[in-house]
């Protein structure tokens, strides 16, 4: 199956999601992180696939794949399983992140109450 998805394409989201959650739930999560360290297939449904990897107890590939902070600060507390470069590379990413979004000038429609956070 990963051979029929290596092109990677928007169309296959649901075959590309479906090939990681037989692995992650068949018993084969070595496979599914495998696959994700790769970064051939990037249009599966993020979000249903880091619930997955949570449940298997992959929580950097779990952290990578949520989008909620309340998501993310639950696999952060997981940390000590986490190696440690992946963790503060997380980070650094959040951060950069955060200072496009700050240069491009998205602070400046805060709420007053909100300037000592910019």
Not at 44 to 57: F, N, P, Q, S, W
Not at 61 to 76: G, Q
Not at 80 to 94: C, G, L, R
Request: include cysteine; aromatic fraction near 12%; glycine fraction near 4%.
């Amino acid at each position: 199956m990963l051979e029929a998805l290596k092109d990677n394409k928007p169309e296959h989201n649901y075959l590309q999601t479906k090939l990681l959650e037989i692995n992650l739930i068949g018993g084969a999560p070595q496979v599914a992180d495998a696959i994700m360290q790769q970064g051939t297939l990037t249009h599966y449904d993020k979000a249903h696939v880091a619930k997955l990897c949570e449940r298997a107890g992959m929580w950097q590939r779990a952290a990578e794949n949520f989008v909620e902070i309340s998501d993310i600060k639950r696999c952060f507390k997981n940390s000590h399983q986490m190696s440690q470069e992946f963790v503060v590379d997380f980070f650094w990413k959040a951060e950069q992140r955060l200072k496009y979004f700050s240069v491009e000038g998205y602070d400046e429609s805060w709420p007053p109450e909100h300037a000592s956070l910019r």
